[in-house]
């Protein structure tokens, strides 16, 4: 009882069985009713007939016609006159005389049945009335032996018998494909969390159809692909921790080594300090960046919106990215359409556009110019970040918002990014409800669009 199609199968059976059962006693209920009504009617219409004679010529040698004709069947006659005295009988029937006196003052002149109880009696009768000028002048009693009603329903039983049989094994076979075909993509996707409950996601689920298995299998299908995704990013994500942190302790470690073991000169002994602290800076930097990284999986950082006014608020990052700007001799231009606003948290946005500015001054020369340029379209806020420097290459486009990509890596440490920071900047602006999106050509430069809902003028000023 412990297979699926084992208990599918004996729920299939027991329904069937039952449905089956109660149809095939209906119909072999209806089909004697009503062969044993057609017998009593085929023998009330015989009495009928001969009654008709009678009344036409109620003579003795009609009466000897009429029993001359049924000691033939299989049918009895007894013709009495309307005092019950017989006046001719095909065979001597010892009941017609209880039959006489049960009877009422009149019967119907189509006649009645007298005894239809053919499963505990020998005989089923009817009895039609002889009339002569609308008055009764005696019976006809017909009599059938219920042998050959008992003999014909033995047929029929055998027959419900072998339809019975032969429809019982159908069914069971019926069920037996039905509940395999049933049960057979329902162990398949037991067998396959299995396997992904033990970190095996290389499961194949067959998706065909369109039904409620089929959607099933879809989704553990579309469940073990991102689980196995998700493992393999963990994977490679622990790899890049792991050599991101090794590098600078390695740097650290060498050279505090160094300042311990050995007499330097003060030249010597501030370079390799200096080296140390642009080491831990970096490391510094790193798990920070870890940080809010762990605090954006686990939806544990707050986003707290205000109503900020951008021209004054790209204004503040221009002053205090400037000087960077001006010491590589880069052109750094701010454009904001008057009195545009937008619902952000401030500390957030400033995050989000100067891990683009940061990102566009490592990757552009001398004479290169970077803009950001916000505006209005329709009820959204975009703004462009672009610049005119290096640009990325077509094939490392698509993946530059994941964790630790980089697209130089030969060059990462002398740029100074471990690829964080445009996964950060994502998180971020998806947290805000916005969407961010990038181009780029080699030699040309690189356009990163923010999308965010605009505010509307009848809103309130700020919000939490």
């Known amino acids: 009882m412990r297979k699926l199609s084992l208990k599918l199968g004996i729920i299939f059976f027991i329904t069937l069985f039952c449905i089956e059962t109660f149809m095939m006693f209906f119909l072999h209920t209806s089909l004697t009713n009503l062969r044993v009504e057609e017998e009593l009617t ?8 001969h009654r008709t004679i009678l009344e036409r010529n109620f003579d003795k ?3 000897a016609h009429i029993v001359l004709m049924e000691s ?7 013709i009495t006159n309307i005092s019950g005295k017989i006046l001719a009988s095909s065979n001597p029937h010892p009941e017609i005389k209880d039959y006489i006196n ?7 002149y189509n006649g009645e049945i007298l005894q239809r109880h053919w499963q505990n ?4 009768a009817t009895i039609s009335p002889i009339q002569k000028q609308q008055s009764t002048v005696g019976y006809v009693f017909m009599f059938q032996n219920t042998v050959s009603i008992h003999a014909l329903m033995e047929r029929l039983n055998k027959h419900f018998l072998i339809v019975g049989f032969v429809s019982g094994l159908v069914t069971i076979a019926v069920i037996i494909v039905l509940s395999r075909k049933l049960a057979h993509p329902l162990i398949q996707m037991k067998e ?7 970190g095996d996601f290389s499961v194949t689920l067959s998706s065909n159809g369109r039904d409620e298995l089929s959607d099933l299998a879809i989704a553990i299908q579309h469940l073990s692909d991102e689980l196995n995704h998700l493992r393999q990013d963990r994977k490679d994500f622990l790899s890049s921790i792991a050599h991101e942190l090794r590098t600078p302790l390695t740097f650290i470690k060498g050279y505090a080594d160094i300042l311990y073991k050995r007499n330097l000169t003060e030249q010597d002994r501030q370079k390799y300090l200096g080296i140390i602290i642009e080491e831990t800076n970096r490391l510094s930097h790193l798990i920070r960046e870890l ?21 004054e608020f790209l204004e503040n990052i221009r002053g205090k990215l400037s000087p960077a700007f001006q010491e590589k001799q880069l052109h750094f231009n701010v454009h904001c359409e008057e009195g545009l606003t937008l619902m952000a948290d401030a500390a957030r946005l400033e995050q989000i556009l100067m891990n683009l500015l940061k990102n566009a001054l490592s990757y552009c020369s001398s004479g290169d110019v970077i803009s950001v340029i916000a505006k209005r379209q329709d009820d959204l806020v975009s703004i462009l970040v672009k610049d005119t420097g290096k640009g990325i290459p077509k094939k490392d486009l698509p993946h530059i918002f994941e964790r630790f990509y980089r697209v130089e890596k030969s060059r990462s440490r002398a740029l100074g990014g471990v690829g964080l920071g445009l996964s950060i900047v994502k998180e971020l602006v998806q947290a805000h409800g916005g969407e961010i999106t990038a181009q780029s050509k080699e030699n ?12 509307k003028k009848h809103e309130n000023n700020t919000t939490h």
Not at 102 to 108: I, K
Not at 291 to 311: P, R
Request: glycine residues 4%.
């Open 72 to 78: 033939e069947e299989d049918t009895d006659v007894v």
């Open 61 to 63: 040698e009609t009466l």
């Open 102 to 108: 049960q009877l009422e003052n009149t019967v119907p």
């Open 121 to 124: 009696e020998k005989y089923i």
């Open 192 to 198: 396959a969390t299995m396997k992904m409950s033990n």
């Open 42 to 49: 085929s023998l009330q219409a015989r009495g009928n007939s």
């Open 444 to 455: 040309k430069g690189t356009s990163f669009i923010l999308t965010f809902k605009g505010v």
């Open 291 to 311: 940080f809010e990284l762990a605090k954006m999986d686990e939806n544990s950082f707050i986003i707290e919106k205000e109503c900020l006014q951008l021209n």
